[in-house]
């Protein structure tokens, strides 16, 4: 049997079953990447939203400027943008740091968003516990484990972690996860920095880690384990997509923000289905001379999503990406005395893309009513959650109590996407579950569901296409069934292997890790 | 099983049932020290368990510094600063290798992990000694004069912008974080508090290697602090500070979680913490006692916490260093050190370098699916001596060697027993003995085990290769 027919008769087509043959490592199967392009579904694409996180609180009175207004230069003595240096904002009264060239741009093709004046209701001044309530969307006096992006993913994914979506549901670019990303069941992203270097580093994994401690080290093992196991799912799908995908714009060098963005781009356009992607650049508390510092940074990131958005335009992507700038407060209306600014409260936020309803949103920064010396919120931060949701994703009203806990109203900053594509809907009357444990030795259970009594036919095979073992042939009653496939005392390699469902009109193939 | 405050933290007495044994011994051992050795184990097993906790608490010499320039005067344009910052890194986790069984530089690491400064933006490699002094001074001394001295620290002057802080118009940064990072928490002042705490403080700047009032920068107008007011100062600041009732318990909660475990939902640790938070309290911020306390309880022995902290990189990586007694020779040490801070900083732990004024937050955010791999790959290294790219670590453990330092080297299934146990502390289930034996044996079977088998070695890598794999290595 050659490839191409054990893909066959695995019942992989082009649009169905092969989401999950999706992230079979290329290693494993032996294909090249004609193969894989091949064998890759066209699944309609999806709506994406890249999160980037300026980390430290952006003087937001220096971002977006209101250069008109005598106030701002007489509590900014020392570190206002001086008039003749504002990058005016045509039909505006508001101007931009000088460094915002691409940024400005953007604002005159109509592909930028700013909604002015966000923040919330009694804010908090601490870095820790601010950036704590812009990821978990809370009040300022709720405590939430969970975030806004990992109980959105938790809505769209409810079969999290028992079936593994083909791809990462989110991916933050870097070293550990944004509570933003937590769910109730735990850490919905993928994170890395490097697609090659991350594969490396998880090949030749292996292990598994006990669930029956019932001590405190029990949750931990298990957390290990399961991050572990998300690992190797995904690496060699991510390497695979940043080789398929490309980077068509130039990037800025020395800019943290460009290469993290650069990734993004190359994986989207390479075909990973991931909706969320979380990137970060730091250096924003600027309590002393804020002016070179600041001028970097706004240098960096403008420049950074210029070349991001070119990206996705020149690879045809654009019609889909939506990015979003936060941080967790601005800062305080009057200079301090270093040349610098303390913990604030409200500030902008930038939405870019081609989807985006560019222009300005909001009034203008009253300078003159504040309270501590510190600027009253316009809009509350989760209006714009709910609105990225609502317009992007086409999360129901439901979703967004399910996600936010409270209404917000949304304002009209994305063109609003009819549907989504359901790329995670289940059979209405079955369904095959991820094994577990996974990665196993040496044996592991699989678990499925009929709605009605049915024939099944629940096989094992390896990655050449051999049937290594026939579990279930027969009719099953309605109701959740499991089954154990147990190697023990088999000589079977450590690697790839496939279970696959035949019942009714129903079939679906999943993929598990045996480690010896 | 006592369950009551009191009996969870009076000391812990050996039974038949939970008795004082080498699992118990490098319990101990890995959560005050950077990994135990097998001989560690050995030698405190000897003690009582209160005896060894007492041992671990006895000073000894402090080394040399890492070069004479740490009295050269500051320059921040110098050439030498990032290499006399990387000298300064090396020799302070070279000290975690090199350490007697003491508990002190464990807890420098928590310090510098609370009163944080990072060395990227203080510069002068100078000042970041010296902060590494004074928090090796007061790391088992009296909190309170520590508060009092980190405040005057130039290195901390310049990290939250002490130095800029000026009578009629203070910078707070150091204010807010002094009450919410490094003493009270967040909750317990409010931003007047921040504003008027501020004022104290303001006036000290750089003078050469150490730090100065300038009296025209200083606001001696009277301030109300945390319902107090008075012409107050930086000292009377921090008074203030430690009267507070909620700054002993806020310590202690950290303490706790270094110590015993790092669950964030500490409800059922509160009214232990307040018991903590009493002992300190009363002992006027003597760090000894109530570490002591910690350490010697039925609770930090109990089972229930046993294995159950998710190690830092550094705690990984150098204790799979020790736990695996890897030799350095003197003429290469330093390069061997710089290989494991490499590797602890692509796991989110470079020394001297926190991400930012909160420290490294640790628990689960040690995990990531990043770090996990990157975690392993360097364990491997140290199994294998060959990192993931192929290239030679130049150091690798001496398999032979490792597993002749247990009792029964040649009884497979007890050498998996006693390796499993002495680096995971937690028992290897029946599926997971299994596994790990299939791996010792190698194709032989348990009756033809033999420790002076030609093959032995490459079976014992083989062996330890699969254990650093599974998630219990992870935790400690």
């Known amino acids: 049997m050659n490839r191409r027919n054990f893909i066959q008769t695995l019942g992989v087509t082009a649009a169905g079953a092969s989401l999950t043959f999706n992230n079979i490592p290329l290693k494993a199967l032996g294909l090249n990447s004609v193969i894989q392009k091949l064998i890759d579904p066209l699944i309609e694409t999806d709506k994406v939203l890249v999160v980037i996180q300026l980390l430290g609180g952006n003087d937001g009175l220096n971002t977006v400027i209101p250069y008109q207004d005598t106030m701002y230069y007489t509590r900014r003595p020392l570190i206002a943008i001086p008039q003749g240096q504002v990058l005016s904002l045509p039909n505006t009264n508001m101007g931009m740091h000088p460094a915002m060239t691409d940024l400005k741009n953007l604002f005159v093709d109509g592909k930028l968003a700013i909604v002015q004046g966000v923040g919330y209701s009694n804010p908090s001044f601490s870095h820790f516990r601010a950036t704590d309530i812009w990821h978990t969307a809370s009040n300022s006096n709720q405590y939430f484990e969970t975030g806004w992006l990992g109980r959105y993913l938790r809505e769209e994914y409810p079969n999290y972690p028992n079936t593994l979506p083909p791809d990462p549901m989110a991916i933050q670019i870097g070293l550990s996860a944004s509570l933003s990303l937590m769910s109730q069941v735990g850490d919905m992203s993928l994170t890395f920095q490097d697609p090659n270097q991350f594969w490396t580093l998880v090949q030749g994994s292996s292990g598994f880690g006990q669930d029956e401690l019932k001590t405190l080290a029990g949750p931990e093992v298990k957390f290990a384990r399961e991050t572990a196991a998300n690992a190797l799912q995904y690496a060699t799908r991510v390497k695979n997509a940043a080789g398929n995908g490309q980077n068509l714009a130039n990037y800025p060098p020395n800019n943290s923000l460009a290469d993290q963005l650069k990734i993004v781009a190359r994986l989207i356009d390479g075909g990973l289905e991931t909706r969320l992607y979380v990137v970060t650049i730091g250096g924003f508390d600027t309590h002393t001379q804020q002016l070179p510092g600041h001028n970097t940074l706004w240098t960096r990131v403008s420049q950074a999503i210029n070349a991001f958005y070119t990206d996705c335009v020149l690879n045809n992507i654009a019609g889909r990406v939506v990015g979003v700038t936060l941080s967790e407060f601005g800062r305080r209306v009057a200079e301090n005395g270093s040349v610098g600014t303390d913990h604030g409260t409200a500030a902008p936020m930038l939405l870019f893309g081609n989807l985006v309803n560019g222009g300005m949103y909001g009034n203008n920064p009253d300078l003159v009513n504040i309270v501590n010396g510190n600027l009253i919120h316009q809009y509350d931060y989760r209006q714009i959650y709910a609105s990225a949701l609502r317009q992007l994703f086409a999360a129901t009203d439901q979703q967004l109590l399910n996600i936010l806990y409270q209404q917000f109203q949304t304002l009209p900053l994305i063109v609003p996407q009819q549907s989504m594509p359901g790329k995670e809907k289940e059979h209405r009357d079955y369904q095959l579950s991820q094994n577990y444990p996974n990665p196993f030795n040496p044996s592991t259970d699989i678990t499925f569901s009929l709605r009605n009594s049915t024939h099944v036919i629940l096989k094992i095979y390896d990655t050449s296409g051999r049937e290594i073992q026939t579990l279930v042939n027969e009719t099953r009653q309605a109701g959740t069934h499991k089954v154990t496939f147990d190697t023990y005392n088999r000589r079977l390699a450590s690697g790839v292997y496939f279970y696959k469902i035949s019942a009714g009109d129903f079939t679906d193939v999943k993929k598990m890790i045996l480690v010896k | ?476």
């Not at chain 2, 020290?33 to 000073?59: C, E, H, R, W």
């Not at chain 2, 000042?127 to 620290?153: C, E, P, V, W």
């Not at chain 2, 008075?230 to 008074?239: A, I, R, S």
């Not at chain 2, 146990?421 to 033809?448: A, F, M, S, V």
């Open chain 2, 1 to 476: 099983m006592e369950t009551s405050v009191a009996g969870l933290l009076d000391p812990y007495i050996p039974s038949p049932t939970r008795p004082w044994d080498k699992r118990l011994a490098a319990h101990l051992l890995n959560r005050t020290t950077f990994g135990a050795k097998v001989s560690d184990i050995n030698f405190i097993l000897a003690m009582s368990p209160s005896q060894a906790v007492d041992y671990l608490f006895q000073p000894y010499a402090i080394p040399d510094p890492p070069g004479s320039w740490v009295t050269e005067a500051p320059d921040f344009n110098s050439p030498f600063n990032s290499t006399r910052m990387a000298q300064l890194r090396t020799w302070w986790v070279r000290l975690f290798y090199e350490q007697p069984i003491s508990i002190r530089e464990k807890m420098c690491l928590f310090w510098h992990n609370h009163f944080v400064s990072e060395g990227i933006t203080v510069i002068i490699p100078q000042y970041m000694y010296i902060q590494n002094a004074l928090i090796r001074q007061y790391a088992l001394g009296n909190l309170k004069d520590f508060a009092k001295s980190i405040t005057r620290d130039p290195a901390m002057l310049i990290y939250l912008d002490g130095r800029y802080n000026v009578v009629g118009n203070p910078n707070e940064n150091y204010g807010r974080e002094l009450m919410e990072l490094f003493t009270l928490g967040i909750g317990n002042y409010t931003e007047t508090d921040i504003r008027e705490g501020s004022r104290a403080l303001t006036g000290w700047i750089l003078n050469g290697l150490g730090s100065i009032l300038v009296p025209s920068r200083h606001d001696y107008g009277n301030k109300t602090i945390l319902g107090q007011t008075g012409n107050f100062n930086d000292e009377d600041f921090v008074n203030i500070i430690f009267n507070q009732n909620v700054c002993a318990p806020f310590i202690c909660s950290k303490l706790y979680k270094f110590f015993v475990n790092q669950k964030e939902n500490m409800a059922d640790a509160a009214p232990i913490i307040t018991a903590l938070g009493n002992i300190f309290r009363s002992s006027n911020y003597e760090l000894t006692p109530v570490l002591k306390t910690i350490l010697k309880s039925n609770l930090f022995f109990s089972e229930n916490v046993v294995s159950s902290i998710i190690k830092s990189p550094l705690d990984l990586m150098m204790g799979a260093i020790k736990q695996m007694n890897i030799y350095f020779d003197p003429s290469v040490i330093n390069t061997r050190i710089n290989y494991l801070i490499t590797n602890s900083s692509s796991a989110g732990q470079y020394i001297l370098e926190p991400p930012n004024v909160q420290g490294w937050v640790g628990y689960r955010q040690w995990l990531s699916t990043l770090a996990i791999p990157t975690r392993n790959a360097f364990s491997e290294s140290v199994i294998t001596g060959l990192q993931k790219n192929g290239q030679p670590t130049g150091f690798q453990v001496d398999a032979l060697a490792f597993a002749q330092s247990f009792p029964s080297p040649n009884d497979a299934s007890l050498l998996v027993d006693d390796m499993s146990q002495h680096l995971l502390r937690l028992k290897p289930t029946p599926r997971q003995k299994l596994y790990l034996l299939e791996l010792l044996l190698d194709g032989t079977t348990i009756q033809n085990w033999n420790i002076n088998d030609p093959l032995a070695a490459s079976r014992v890598r083989k062996f330890l290769k699969g254990l650093i794999y599974l998630a219990e290595f992870q935790l400690t």
